[in-house]
């Protein structure tokens, strides 16, 4: 079991340049997230998807845009990078409701723009 | 919108000291909540949660956390902690009904043996 599977680990861009970041889970969850870590900011939630075919806007949405493939599949696009973006990024995926409800986190990516 | 405040942003402990980690959200409903652990270099891994019923919750490697709900406060707490606790923690929360989760800014642990 997979669990929470994001590519690419590392890159590196340069001002400008556009990316994506991609995100998919094998746990048949039904909301994923994607959030950044920097130092002394802690986890910031960017965009979530509650369930397939949404989308929502969280602490941080500016400069990125996000995707809802389908029920696996969450992507996480930069249109034009800024060094501000430079950052550890995780996706995360939960289940709708229940007792359940833990979040699982991807191993993150590390981007950083020059 | 949901916030969480974590108080202590970097705790420098001794092996076998005691360990409490203040959370506090503000939420006027129903909430979930949870903690979480960073080791270093790893992703985030779910200590333990709240989600009803009892509000004494034990985690795992010997965490608990207790839910006042009159002070809107979600502390953990470990008796003696190791050398391998030694790790950023961050608290959640999740209203009731809603998709979105709101994590604190973390605090780093350091056990020093």
């Known amino acids: 079991n997979a669990g929470v599977t994001q590519t690419p680990k590392f890159q590196v861009l340069k001002t400008g340049q556009s990316m994506t970041l991609q995100c998919a889970q094998d746990m048949n969850h039904n909301s994923m997230y994607w959030y950044r870590q920097d130092p002394g900011m802690g986890l910031r939630l960017i965009y979530y998807s509650a369930s397939e075919g949404t989308t929502d806007k969280g602490e941080v949405p500016n400069g990125y845009n996000v995707s809802r493939l389908n029920k696996r599949e969450f992507s996480l696009r930069l249109e034009s990078a800024a060094p501000s973006q430079t950052s550890v990024y995780f996706c995360?995926?939960?289940?709708?409701?229940?007792?359940?409800?833990?979040?699982?986190f991807g191993e993150g990516s590390w981007l950083t723009v020059v | 919108a949901q916030s969480v405040s974590q108080h202590n942003h970097h705790v420098i402990l001794s092996e076998a000291a005691s360990l409490e980690l203040g959370c506090n959200y503000s939420?006027?409903?129903?909430?979930?909540l949870f903690w979480y652990v960073q080791y270093p270099g790893q992703h985030l891994q779910l200590l333990l949660k709240?989600?009803?019923?009892?509000?004494l919750v034990k985690g795992i490697k010997g965490f608990e956390a207790e839910f006042i709900k009159s002070k809107f406060s979600f502390n953990l707490r470990k008796p003696s902690v190791q050398w391998s606790d030694t790790a950023e923690y961050f608290c959640?929360?999740?209203?009731?009904?809603?998709?979105?989760?709101?994590f604190g800014i973390g605090t780093k642990l350091q056990v020093i043996p």
């Open positions: 709240y989600f009803s019923g009892d509000p």
């Open positions: 939420y006027g409903g129903t909430v979930n």
């Open positions: 959640a929360v999740r209203p009731g009904g809603y998709q979105k989760v709101t």
């Open positions: 995360a995926s939960k289940d709708l409701d229940g007792t359940g409800n833990t979040i699982y």
